[in-house]
């Protein structure tokens, strides 16, 4: 996968299996995963859900949607909070429909937890990062 650094822009490959390991910025050595992951392809979010080690928050969202832009920083948030514990991951549902379609997304914002592949819980709408966990049994 392709993670960009947040504090430099630097893009750095990652393979999923490594996102339990701490990726860090191979130019400015800043932590990778603290920040959702814009999922870039279909493959990239193929390899991300079946290859994460760690459970995958992935938000669907979209560039026109309020509620969208307002958990924005409710993710970021979750991001940090349990970095290291789960991946939180971004898919744009205007550039990747195929995997909106897929998961039967209607309306967005919609948060889905992954564990190895598998979709457990999803919930959707804005709220807090507290309440996105406890929707997601996390
Ligand atoms: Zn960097």
Known sequence: MILRC????????????KLAAGPRCGSCKGALDAHPIAVGSEAEFQELVQGSPLPVVVDYWAAWCGPCRSVAPELERLARERQGQLVVA??????????????????????ILFRQGQ???RTSGAMPAAQIAAQLGL
């Open 90 to 111: 971004k898919v744009d549902t205007e550039a990747l429909p195929g995997v909106a379609q897929r998961f039967g997304i209607r309306g967005i914002p919609t948060m």
């Open 6 to 17: 947040h504090a430099c822009g630097q893009s750095n490959r990652v393979p999923a299996a």
């Open 119 to 121: 979709e457990v819980r």
